[in-house]
């Protein structure tokens, strides 16, 4: 009875807090959409000049800063992930302006005239594809130079660049890849797929000006391509660990990177720029503004099949991992039991050394280092680290409930006759049990949301979807509080499902008719 | 049907057990006594392998269980025990508790075990809750369902370690009077407790431990009416000792009278008795003895029987000299004031002693 109430509580709360998010998600549409206007967008600095002690935010991993100290006095840089965190920092005040390249804000500019240019550019950004150093890559690099040369001579590249800068998507067709002979083998290829023109996600496919360049000259050299999406900030590693054959995200040529992996010849110059709000105040419905935000974050192209994977991706990592980890946590800590001394140091090192780093960390490490030449995928990757860490909390978990069983209960079952092993597995463990439980499923729900680191290794996992859809719409809160609310469904489940199996094998929580099942009673 | 041979236990460095030389007949009932830390428990724990023995041998129907190689789980199976803090399995019903092991070891059918358990539960008296769990059980209830999960396994022999010193008083009759139905029955036991009526009551022999080995052991009548060794004298009248040895002129009195102090408070002694312990040290010792003896050499023992409500100075020095011959006639006079008997013994061999009986008022 005080059992039922306790959990009616909880859900209601649990309807309470959904509740809140969702308002939360509304009144923030409502904020990020206040701001549409109809006129012609007029910047509100007008040049450099105005700019000067200002908060300028840029990419981690680009090479703005340079470009900023020089043309803005006194400037204030601010580092992002992504170009959409920067363009919602520039939304939300956080920042004045965004330094980025011309054609990137110009696809921005037309879908929302909330933002301008401030007129000059700052600088221009040579931009290559970036190979790693080895003889392949050096070929590639070779064999890219070439290609870019011929099609600037011919006009084909000039052609394309105003095709992926231009407004008319259905003009951006990039050829069918999947049909490729390959008689020269497949190449990876690797991106950021939150930046357009150059990368994106249309239709849940990757493309972009990159990735255009990039599969016609797999067609014209005879190869095969297949298209890897990653976080910026792992792209160079990818790369440079042979993990992936070329890559490129508008990734601007520099002599620092020249040393660390090989460039193909620029294919241009773009010059860069520095975005800041429109001066003016403009008004739309509340209604239709969040229609909008909804049918831009889940109707258009489909986005909402891009969540739907993106929930599979993660269910099946944090599922899988749950199921493994728990499995390898078990079996060490019975090799422990038995194993004596080396059992013991051996797996309080693994212990020590997975638990002892970020859980990102040792996912690149796994990616980079240990799988970087094999051929596994992110996902496995991504599920082999999660066991690891989930195994060595449960095998945390293990070690701290057997001990909180008393003794005697050891003494009283060896006093009977029972065997080590018919003592452990029939005494031990399922009062051990009662003690980690609780500990077993909060770790489930720091699990799935631990996993949404996986984006650094090429896996599109709920998280990166929702930052694809957000480079896609510009918009941070409604598709954040939509992966968010989504967590909280996720974990709900999966809490509630480990509950359902926990009272199933709880022994306090069987009927009578099941302690003595098999037995007549007089 | 039980040997020990010179069995011995230590952990690490302390040895629990010295040289322990036991037979246990079947149908006997032993009563295992002695004071705390003698190895009491440790014997039982010997026994039944939870601390292996670390030395000797223990010989069980023949066989030396001692010896690498033996099953254990089949010695254990013989030798049932009954732990202190009951140790009943907490996810388990009182009925699965007993049934468990039986199916398990014995190959008893469930309804086989069950109709057994059952059994032994009316036997207990506690056959209405054969679907509880420990947790909602008393004290003395549980280690009623514990005992009977002993016995459903049917041992040769059940070993009963301090089976009512972790209950309520009010709890300790039911268990006392299941562990009498057993010594009834003839059921080999051994039983280590403090209870003495318990003891005396279920018996027919005694091991008193003290020091490490079976100090003295024999019927219980004898040894509970007439023991031979003094140590266990003491035990059974409960005697508290406190000694001290005085060997020159500069005795710390002030020192010895705070552990006589010490030592009266712990025993529960009357501050009125307390005084006249310190008294009767203080005119015999430091006003008589010390003056008149060339060679001081004096060894003062106070001993207090609970049982008795009495105590009684024993002070030993080797010069044949009589209290009353010190030539101190109003330290004697307050020294016979406290009181009730001054005896004086002289022998070669251990010199003088003087008994003194302490006023009980």
Not at chain 1, 305 to 318: A, D, E, M, P, S
Not at chain 2, 184 to 202: F, P, Q, Y
């Amino acid at each position: 009875m005080l059992k039922q109430s306790y959990a009616n509580g909880l859900r209601s709360l649990s309807i309470i807090l959904i509740t809140l998010i969702l308002l939360t998600a509304v009144s923030a549409v409502f904020v990020s959409a206040a701001s549409g206007a109809k006129e012609a967008p007029v910047p509100k600095y007008k040049s450099l000049e105005e700019l000067r002690g200002k908060r300028i935010g840029m990419q981690v991993g680009t090479v703005f800063d340079e470009f900023l100290k020089e043309s803005i006095p006194d400037v204030k840089i601010e580092y992002f992930n992504t170009f959409p965190d920067e363009i919602n920092a520039l939304k939300a005040h956080k920042i004045d302006g965004v330094a980025t390249l011309d054609i990137v804000i110009n696809q921005l500019l037309q879908e929302d005239d909330s933002l301008a240019v401030v007129d000059g550019t700052i600088g221009a950004v040579p931009l290559g594809f970036v190979y790693p150093k080895n003889e392949k890559g050096r070929l590639l690099a070779d064999q890219m130079s070439e290609f870019l040369t011929n099609m600037k001579e011919s006009g084909e590249l000039d052609r394309l660049t105003e095709v992926w800068n231009g407004s008319d998507e259905s003009a951006k067709i990039i050829p069918d890849y999947i049909s490729f002979p390959a008689e020269n083998g497949t190449l990876t290829f690797v991106t950021e797929g939150s930046f357009p023109p150059f990368d994106y996600v249309r239709d849940g496919e990757i493309v972009g000006y990159d990735v255009d360049i990039a599969v016609r000259f797999c067609k014209e050299y005879g190869y095969g391509i297949k298209v890897t999406d990653m976080n910026f900030d792992a792209l160079m590693p990818a790369i440079q660990s042979g993990k992936c054959d070329f890559g490129a995200s508008g990734i601007a040529i520099t002599e620092e990177r020249k040393e660390k992996v090989y460039f193909s010849e620029p294919d241009y110059y773009q010059p860069a720029v520095v975005a800041v709000l429109a001066d003016s105040e403009a008004s739309g419905s509340f209604i239709s503004s969040i229609r909008d935000s909804f049918n831009r974050t889940f109707i258009k192209e489909h986005r909402y099949r891009l969540f739907i994977k993106g929930i599979y991706t993660t269910l099946v990592i944090t599922v899988l991992s749950i199921l493994f980890g728990t499995l390898l946590g078990f079996i060490m800590y019975l090799w422990c039991r038995k194993g004596g001394r080396l059992a013991d140091t051996v797996t309080r090192f693994c212990v020590w050394l997975v638990q002892g780093m970020p859980g990102i960390v040792l996912l690149m490490l796994l990616y980079y280092v240990i799988f970087g030449k094999s051929n596994i995928s992110g996902m496995w990757v991504a599920v082999i680290g999660f066991t690891m860490i989930f195994a060595a909390s449960f095998y945390g978990m293990l070690l701290s409930g057997v001990k909180a069983v008393d003794q005697g209960q050891t003494e009283a079952s060896y006093a009977l006759g029972l065997s080590d092993t018919q003592t452990f597995f029939g005494i031990i463990l399922p009062q051990a049990a009662r003690h980690f439980m609780p500990a077993y499923k909060a770790e489930i729900v720091s699990l799935i949301k631990a996993t949404a680191v996986v984006g650094y290794i090429a896996v599109q996992d709920l998280t990166k979807m929702g930052d694809i859809v957000r480079s896609r719409t510009y918009e941070a809160f409604f598709p954040l509080i939509a992966v968010a609310v989504i967590y909280f469904i996720l974990a709900g489940l999966l809490k509630a499902i480990t509950s359902r199996a926990t009272k199933y094998v709880d022994p306090e929580k069987r009927s009578e008719a099941k302690i003595l099942k098999g037995i007549k009673t007089k | 049907m039980i040997e020990f041979r010179h069995m011995q236990k230590a952990f690490g460095p302390s040895v629990v057990l010295k040289d322990i030389n036991a037979t246990v007949n079947e149908g006997d009932c032993i009563a295992v006594i002695g004071p705390s830390g003698a190895g009491k428990s440790t014997l039982l724990r010997c026994l039944n392998l939870l601390d292996p023995p670390t030395g000797g041998q223990i010989i069980v129907d023949g066989q030396d269980i001692t010896a690498p190689g033996c099953d254990v789980s089949k010695i254990r199976q013989k030798m049932g025990m009954v732990f202190q803090s009951y140790n009943l399995f907490g996810h388990m019903t009182v009925i699965e508790n007993i049934m468990y092991a039986p199916v398990k070891l014995l190959g008893l059918s469930r309804q086989e075990a069950y109709d057994r358990g059952v059994e032994l539960l009316q036997r207990v008296g506690l056959a209405d809750r054969t679907l509880r769990y420990p947790d909602s059980l008393s004290g003395g209830q549980k280690q009623r369902v514990a005992i009977a999960r002993t016995l459903a396994m049917d041992p040769e022999i059940i070993l009963l370690d301090e089976p009512t010193s972790a209950l309520d008083p009010t709890m300790v009759g039911e268990v006392e009077a299941v562990i009498e139905d057993l010594a009834r029955s003839g059921k080999t036991m051994m039983i280590v407790t403090h209870e003495m009526s318990l003891a005396e009551r279920v018996s027919n022999r005694v091991f008193y431990m003290d020091e490490g080995i079976i100090y003295e052991e024999g019927p219980t009548a004898k040894i509970f009416k007439n023991p031979e060794k003094e140590s266990t004298r003491r035990f059974f009248r409960q005697m508290r000792v406190l000694e001290f040895h005085i060997d020159s002129q500069n005795f710390d009195f002030v020192g010895a009278n705070s552990e006589i102090d010490q030592y009266c408070f712990k025993n529960h002694i009357s501050p009125r008795m307390a005084n006249r312990i310190s008294s009767v040290i203080e005119e015999l010792c430091v006003q008589m003895l010390l003056p008149a003896l060339k060679n001081p050499r004096i060894d003062v023992c106070v001993e207090y029987s609970k049982t008795e409500d009495h105590t009684y100075v024993t002070v030993k020095y080797p010069d044949d000299l009589r209290p009353e011959d010190c030539g101190d006639e109003i330290s004697y006079k307050l020294l016979s004031a406290n009181a009730e008997s001054i005896d004086h013994t002289y022998d070669e061999s251990d010199g003088s002693t003087v008994s003194i009986s302490i006023v009980n008022d």
